[in-house]
């Protein structure tokens, strides 16, 4: 019987649209996610049944992870799932709490998903599950800038310390192909009229773009130093149904249904280059199928718009008044503008984007207003989310 792929953070935004993806290809796909605060069941809930949800009893809690840098060492203890918050996104899901992980999914061999609550770090775990697993597909990180630079240790744990551990823990297994899932952010601010492609320096400016960098680096040197086939994908801003509610898009989009103001950082004039999430995953994909081993791919839009306008476009889509807007203390280090070459992705993959932006930003703020269950419990039970909102804001 075929291995399954695996799919790191595949309860995530991208991930899960990832895995719906490569479901509806046929793909058999194992999810690890450590359900952290964005992490959500609820976005595969279509995929769960009650024989593949597995909670390994022995990885139920994160573990802490010591650094040693030049004789200096640091203990990390991240404080990153809460039993309450875990308890509260497993609670409509059936859970097999196992203590032997390989033995449980060698029962499960015949089913086309299985998802493993467990984290990156855990090297105990990540054996248990690769003996089982042909590729790799690794999206889990930390993502969100503006809660890097309140919180940049848990960044560095899971994006770097996670990538390290993952990477280490495949080097001795038959893994056929290893994808790294980045971001255009490690390159830095874009001046007006450049477009980097796979080339450019990387020059990152916040805490969580400078992890990813690092994770991007760690990924291509297992290539060259070990062989172990790693290409790496760096696809521009993602938007689409499902991301949780700390991003513009989503942010913007229910605060104006709730008829709340709307917080826009300094003048609302940086520049981002919007790529439909479904885009991103076929992207993703032909990496997966058809990229060269060592090789990097950037995914752009080609969709891109100034801060300002994507938010009018969404109180116009609502029907809500621009007066919602709020101008706002902007944040520290804010880069500019993002903007990509993709040339190569179309030119050795055959990957262009397909959704123009003004169609996926109407399906998008559509799919807010048609889930609201979905956005509601999330504004309403994750404390984190809570917690970031009013710290970050509070002086906003």
Not at 248 to 271: C, F, S, V, W
Request: with cysteine; glycine share 6%.
């Amino acid at each position: 019987m075929d291995k399954h792929m695996l799919v790191t953070g595949g309860a995530g935004f991208i991930g899960s649209a990832f895995v719906r993806y490569a479901r509806k290809e046929g793909r058999r796909v194992i999810v690890l996610d450590a359900l952290t605060y964005a992490g959500n069941p609820d976005n595969l809930k279509e995929f769960i049944n009650e024989r593949n949800l597995l909670l390994p009893v022995k990885g139920e809690k994160i573990k802490r992870v010591s650094f040693n840098l030049d004789g200096f060492v640091r203990e990390f203890k991240p404080e990153r799932v809460e039993e309450k918050l875990l308890s509260i996104k497993l609670r409509d899901y059936q859970v097999h709490r196992v203590d032997d992980v390989k033995k449980k999914l060698q029962e499960l061999q015949e089913e086309e998903f299985i998802f493993v609550v467990g984290d990156i770090c855990d090297k105990k775990l990540l054996h248990e599950i690769l003996p089982f697993v042909e590729t790799v597909v690794h999206f889990a990180a930390e993502t969100h800038v503006d809660r890097s630079l309140l919180n940049p240790e848990s960044f560095i744990y899971t994006d770097i310390n996670g990538t390290f551990t993952l990477l280490e823990a495949c080097r001795n297994e038959e893994i056929k192909r290893f994808v790294h899932v980045s971001t255009d952010e490690i390159y830095g601010e874009a001046p007006f009229g450049v477009f980097y492609d796979e080339n450019a320096p990387l020059r990152p400016r916040n805490p969580y773009s400078a992890a990813k960098a690092s994770a991007d680096i760690i990924a291509r040197s297992y290539f060259i130093a070990y062989g172990l086939p790693v290409v790496v994908v760096r696809p521009s801003n993602n938007y689409g149904p499902y991301q949780f509610p700390e991003k513009l898009i989503p942010l913007m989009t229910i605060r104006a249904i709730n008829n709340e103001h709307l917080p826009i950082y300094g003048d609302g004039k940086q520049r981002r280059d919007w790529l439909w999430v479904y885009d991103t995953a076929r992207g993703v994909m032909l990496a997966h199928d058809k990229g060269k081993d060592g090789e990097v791919y950037n995914l752009a839009g080609g969709e891109e718009r100034e801060n300002i306008e994507v938010v009018k476009r969404i109180l116009e889509e609502l029907g809500k008044p621009e007066s919602l807007i709020r101008f706002v203390k902007d944040r520290p280090a804010h880069d500019r503008r993002y903007a990509l070459n993709s040339e190569k992705a179309e030119r050795e993959l055959g990957w262009k984007p397909e959704k123009p932006f003004e169609e996926g930003l109407k399906e998008t703020v559509r799919w807010y207003v048609e889930n609201e269950p979905w956005w509601r419990r999330i504004m309403e039970e994750n404390e984190e989310f809570r917690k970031f909102m009013e710290e970050w804001y509070k002086e906003r």
